[in-house]
């Protein structure tokens, strides 16, 4: 059974920094495109960030200096660092696995909490 489990989620203050893990299971996460996206309380899900298995990354704009997508294919992990957060950067993060011709074969995990908050 396919598994996408992120951790790293907390409370941080304005300003500070997190880095949130996505450890994949039963796929070959280095031939997939990795994403993370994020949901906030009464809002759609958004992008944060993609990386492909070539390594092309993609931002929203939002956190375009700010944050970095990286993958360690060796582990099987993806990962986000986040730097600067701010209150608006609250939110659930989820790691989501899409099979470059598979559209069928698109995973999600279950979400960590992100919350910024003095």
């Known amino acids: 059974q396919v598994q996408l489990v992120e951790s790293g989620g907390a409370l941080v203050q304005p300003g500070g920094s997190l880095r949130l893990s996505c450890a994949a299971s039963?796929?070959?996460?280095?031939?997939?495109?990795m994403g993370w996206y994020r949901q906030a309380p009464g809002k759609q899900r958004e992008l944060v960030a993609t990386?492909?298995?070539?390594?092309?990354?993609n931002y929203a704009d939002s956190v375009k200096g700010r944050f970095t997508i990286s993958r360690d294919n060796a582990k099987n992990t993806v990962y986000l660092q986040m730097n600067n957060l701010k209150p608006e950067d609250t939110a659930v993060y989820y790691c989501?696995?899409?099979?470059?011709?598979?559209?069928?074969?698109?995973?999600w995990g279950q979400g960590t909490q992100v919350t910024v908050s003095s």
């Open positions: 989501n696995a899409v099979h470059p011709a598979i559209a069928s074969k698109t995973y």
């Open positions: 039963e796929i070959p996460s280095s031939i997939y495109g």
């Open positions: 990386i492909g298995s070539r390594g092309t990354t």
